[in-house]
Protein backbone atom coordinates (compact mmCIF):
# COMPACT_ATOMS: atom_id res chain seq x y z
CA UNK A 1 0.00 0.00 0.00
CA UNK A 2 2.99 2.40 1.01
CA UNK A 3 4.37 2.06 -2.73
CA UNK A 4 1.26 3.03 -3.85
CA UNK A 5 1.05 6.44 -2.05
CA UNK A 6 4.59 6.91 -3.31
CA UNK A 7 3.54 7.10 -6.87
CA UNK A 8 0.15 8.45 -6.54
CA UNK A 9 2.40 11.94 -4.64
CA UNK A 10 5.02 11.56 -7.52
CA UNK A 11 2.21 11.93 -10.11
CA UNK A 12 0.45 14.37 -8.11
CA UNK A 13 3.37 16.58 -7.76
CA UNK A 14 4.65 16.31 -11.62
CA UNK A 15 1.04 17.89 -12.38
CA UNK A 16 1.19 20.49 -10.12
CA UNK A 17 4.33 21.35 -11.14
CA UNK A 18 3.43 21.07 -14.92
CA UNK A 19 0.34 23.41 -14.86
CA UNK A 20 2.46 25.74 -13.08
CA UNK A 21 5.25 26.04 -15.87
CA UNK A 22 2.98 25.41 -19.04
CA UNK A 23 2.12 29.06 -19.45
CA UNK A 24 5.66 29.80 -18.64
CA UNK A 25 7.49 27.69 -21.48
CA UNK A 26 8.17 28.25 -25.08
CA UNK A 27 6.19 27.03 -27.83
CA UNK A 28 9.05 24.58 -28.63
CA UNK A 29 11.36 23.14 -25.86
CA UNK A 30 14.33 20.90 -26.27
CA UNK A 31 13.80 17.02 -25.47
CA UNK A 32 16.64 15.36 -27.21
CA UNK A 33 20.14 16.46 -26.05
CA UNK A 34 23.56 14.58 -27.30
CA UNK A 35 26.85 12.86 -25.93
CA UNK A 36 28.09 16.33 -25.03
CA UNK A 37 25.11 17.69 -23.61
CA UNK A 38 23.88 20.31 -26.06
CA UNK A 39 20.19 19.98 -27.06
CA UNK A 40 19.55 18.80 -30.79
CA UNK A 41 15.93 17.46 -30.89
CA UNK A 42 13.05 20.13 -29.87
CA UNK A 43 9.27 19.57 -29.78
CA UNK A 44 5.81 20.97 -29.04
CA UNK A 45 5.52 21.41 -25.00
CA UNK A 46 2.48 19.47 -25.32
CA UNK A 47 4.48 16.60 -25.99
CA UNK A 48 7.58 16.79 -23.57
CA UNK A 49 8.70 13.39 -22.60
CA UNK A 50 12.04 14.14 -19.98
CA UNK A 51 9.53 15.57 -18.16
CA UNK A 52 11.59 17.48 -15.29
CA UNK A 53 14.77 17.94 -17.64
CA UNK A 54 12.47 19.67 -20.07
CA UNK A 55 10.87 21.84 -17.46
CA UNK A 56 13.93 22.92 -16.23
CA UNK A 57 15.26 23.86 -19.98
CA UNK A 58 11.99 25.35 -21.24
CA UNK A 59 12.43 27.83 -17.38
CA UNK A 60 15.58 28.57 -18.66
CA UNK A 61 17.88 26.66 -16.74
CA UNK A 62 20.41 25.28 -17.87
CA UNK A 63 20.33 21.07 -17.63
CA UNK A 64 23.36 19.15 -18.13
CA UNK A 65 21.37 16.34 -19.45
CA UNK A 66 24.98 14.32 -20.05
CA UNK A 67 25.57 14.30 -16.21
CA UNK A 68 22.03 13.84 -14.94
CA UNK A 69 20.98 11.34 -17.09
CA UNK A 70 23.67 8.87 -15.75
CA UNK A 71 22.74 9.31 -12.35
CA UNK A 72 19.41 8.47 -13.09
CA UNK A 73 20.75 5.01 -15.24
CA UNK A 74 22.81 4.58 -12.16
CA UNK A 75 20.05 4.94 -9.74
CA UNK A 76 17.82 2.47 -11.93
CA UNK A 77 20.81 0.45 -11.54
CA UNK A 78 20.94 0.04 -7.73
CA UNK A 79 16.81 -0.11 -7.68
CA UNK A 80 16.95 -3.26 -9.71
CA UNK A 81 19.74 -4.90 -7.96
CA UNK A 82 18.39 -4.69 -4.77
CA UNK A 83 15.06 -5.95 -6.54
CA UNK A 84 16.58 -9.09 -8.22
CA UNK A 85 18.21 -10.70 -4.57
CA UNK A 86 14.31 -11.35 -3.66
CA UNK A 87 13.00 -12.15 -7.44
CA UNK A 88 11.68 -15.97 -7.07
CA UNK A 89 12.12 -18.18 -10.13
CA UNK A 90 10.00 -17.47 -12.82
CA UNK A 91 9.84 -16.77 -16.60
CA UNK A 92 9.89 -13.24 -17.14
CA UNK A 93 12.03 -11.17 -15.04
CA UNK A 94 15.35 -11.81 -14.06
CA UNK A 95 19.04 -13.67 -15.47
CA UNK A 96 16.49 -16.22 -17.33
CA UNK A 97 19.30 -19.09 -18.45
CA UNK A 98 18.71 -22.33 -18.97
CA UNK A 99 20.34 -22.66 -16.21
CA UNK A 100 18.62 -20.55 -13.82
CA UNK A 101 15.55 -21.49 -14.85
CA UNK A 102 16.37 -25.64 -14.50
CA UNK A 103 17.66 -25.23 -10.92
CA UNK A 104 16.31 -23.18 -8.20
CA UNK A 105 19.29 -22.93 -6.24
CA UNK A 106 21.31 -21.82 -9.21
CA UNK A 107 18.54 -19.13 -9.81
CA UNK A 108 19.01 -18.11 -5.74
CA UNK A 109 23.33 -17.78 -6.15
CA UNK A 110 22.96 -16.34 -9.84
CA UNK A 111 19.68 -13.28 -8.45
CA UNK A 112 22.11 -13.02 -5.09
CA UNK A 113 25.12 -11.81 -7.20
CA UNK A 114 23.44 -10.05 -10.47
CA UNK A 115 21.50 -7.94 -7.74
CA UNK A 116 24.72 -6.97 -6.17
CA UNK A 117 26.76 -6.76 -9.75
CA UNK A 118 24.03 -4.07 -10.59
CA UNK A 119 24.03 -2.03 -7.40
CA UNK A 120 27.95 -1.85 -7.78
CA UNK A 121 26.87 -1.28 -11.82
CA UNK A 122 24.77 1.87 -10.53
CA UNK A 123 26.80 3.22 -8.45
CA UNK A 124 30.03 3.02 -10.77
CA UNK A 125 27.58 4.20 -13.77
CA UNK A 126 26.25 7.27 -11.18
CA UNK A 127 29.63 8.26 -10.07
CA UNK A 128 30.78 8.20 -13.93
CA UNK A 129 28.24 11.13 -14.34
CA UNK A 130 31.63 13.44 -12.97
CA UNK A 131 34.13 11.29 -14.82
CA UNK A 132 35.99 13.10 -17.72
CA UNK A 133 33.46 12.97 -20.86
CA UNK A 134 35.42 11.39 -22.92
CA UNK A 135 35.95 8.34 -20.42
CA UNK A 136 32.08 7.85 -19.41
CA UNK A 137 31.17 5.68 -22.35
CA UNK A 138 33.59 3.23 -22.77
CA UNK A 139 33.15 3.09 -18.36
CA UNK A 140 29.57 2.61 -18.91
CA UNK A 141 29.83 -0.01 -21.88
CA UNK A 142 32.37 -2.36 -19.60
CA UNK A 143 30.18 -1.88 -16.61
CA UNK A 144 27.09 -3.32 -18.26
CA UNK A 145 28.96 -5.77 -20.07
CA UNK A 146 30.11 -6.97 -16.49
CA UNK A 147 26.53 -6.54 -14.95
CA UNK A 148 24.94 -8.23 -17.70
CA UNK A 149 27.80 -11.04 -18.42
CA UNK A 150 29.19 -12.20 -14.75
CA UNK A 151 25.53 -13.62 -13.80
CA UNK A 152 24.87 -15.53 -17.25
CA UNK A 153 28.55 -17.39 -16.96
CA UNK A 154 28.04 -17.57 -13.27
CA UNK A 155 24.87 -19.66 -14.13
CA UNK A 156 26.64 -22.37 -16.34
CA UNK A 157 29.78 -22.93 -14.23
CA UNK A 158 27.09 -22.98 -10.70
CA UNK A 159 24.28 -25.36 -13.32
CA UNK A 160 27.93 -27.59 -14.29
CA UNK A 161 28.90 -28.04 -10.87
CA UNK A 162 25.47 -29.51 -9.74
CA UNK A 163 25.22 -31.72 -12.32
CA UNK A 164 28.58 -32.81 -11.60
CA UNK A 165 27.99 -33.52 -7.90
CA UNK A 166 25.03 -35.30 -8.42
CA UNK A 167 27.30 -38.17 -10.39
Known sequence: MRSRWFGLVVAALGAVVSVWAYGRLPETVATHWNLQGTPDGFSSRIWAVVHGLILANGLGYTVQVDRLLPVGVGLLFVFLGNYLTRVEPNWFIGVRTPWTLSSDTVWRKVHRTAGWL??????????????PRSAFMPLFVVTIVAAAGIPVAQSYVLWKREQHDRR
Open 118 to 131: FVIAGIVIAAGAFA
